[in-house]
Every structure is written in C-alpha cells, then in structure tokens.
C-alpha cells in the first residue's frame, strides 16, 4: 500500500517504521521541522516535505498523526478530495477531517507511544470509517503489521481512550507518589519494581478485581488510619488515599 505521513511526532514515527518494515511505501513524510520529517523519511524509505501543496495525490491512504489542537484546524491547509484521510486521536471525532476528504476514517493505536523506547508489539488498534468498506482496509493494515484490531462507534473509541487513562497515566502517578516516599525513606524504587510487575503479570483480560487486596479491602480501619498519619505532609496524596480507599471499600460492598 501507498501511504503518506502527516506529523513527525511519537506515533508517526512508530506507525511509520512498523508500515515500512511491513513492506508497505511511504510515499512521503510531511513535517513542519524539515529536518525532523528528514530523519522519519530517511528510516521509512520516503521522501521529506515541509509544504502542505508538495504532499503527493497518489497514496492509497494519508496517516494523519498530529496534535488533537493542530487537527482542528487542518482543513484550511490540505485537501484531498476522495483520498482516504485517516487520524490516530483518540478522543477527537471522526468529523474533524470533514472539509479535507469525503473518505476518512480514525486508526487509533491503544497504545503509549514514546519515542525514546521501543515500540510495543501487538498494539490493539481501534477503527472508525465514514465508509464502511473502508473498515476493511484498515483491518488489512493492521494485520499486516502484526496488530488486533476492532472497528467500533465514535463512543466506544472515546471511551476506550477513557478507559486507557485509568490503565496508563493513573497509576503512573500513583508510581510518582511511591517513588518520593521511597526517597523520602532511603529505600531504593527497585525495592518496589517485583511488586509493581506482579501485579502487572497477574492481569490476564479477566476481571482485575479478584485480584485487589489491602487494608481497605479489609476494611482493616487501623491501618488505613496509620497510613493516613503519614501523609500528614502530603494533604493532596492523603486525600487521594482516602478517595481511592474509599472506592475500594464502595467496591467492595457491591460485590458482596
């Protein structure tokens, strides 16, 4: 398949080798720092452009990766009548690319992207189309790239990028707290990382909550309030303690 790249960030750079070492052509990589979509083209085999009017007309399909504010805006600079304009948002709806193409669609990568790691294998990929048929396209391309992948509503897709903050940036935060109050005690992080990857291992698409213990599971009132008494210092964390404790407990009732 014929493709072109528009942006030159985390998720552009890994769709764009993973499609590229798939044996799929990339056209060209369209960036506003040339020298960034120098460097994507260069590892993708295509060619580098800075100017909206140089983007080719002849791709089977135009990958859109940029920022959810920088989407909203994108119909003033590109128009691809009847091309397939597809973009990898999770929360921005499908409508956005209304004005730029009559085709489009959302290739959305469940996924955290960073582009100083490695990209994950098997990322889960959820599909909407304004065209049915071109549902079908996009599942080819994604299993061609060795990824599942679901056509769903613009709900479900929100919803799921819902559901991907309370697996992902939630409990990197809760991570953060842990690591200052490892440094507040002199105890090296790694002490942690076996029990932070235990957990992580135990998930297996089953219900996570079989596997939920502690304090306020127990409703052990003693300890949850010796916790508390530490994070006299901390009033935001003692708070979010108390909160999330108290949906554990709320949890807890329900499935009784």
Sequence with gaps: MKLVLIGTGNISNALGRLLANAGHQ?????????????HLAYDTGAAPVSDWKAIRSDADLYITAISDRALTGFKEKLQLPGKFLVHTAGSVPLNVLEGVSERTGVWYPLQSIRGDQPTPHKIPFLIQTSAPEDSVLLRELSESIGCPSQVVTESVRINMHHAAVWVNNFPNLLYSIAYRLTEENKVPFDFLLPLLQETADRQ?????????????LRNDTVTLQKHMDLLKSHAGWQELYAKMSAAIADLTQKAE
Excluded: E, F, H, I
């Design 204 to 216: 297996n698409g089953t219900d996570p909550w079989k596997w939920q213990t502690g304090p306020a």
């Design 26 to 38: 990339v056209l060209q990589v369209y960036g506003r720092d040339r020298q960034r979509a120098a």
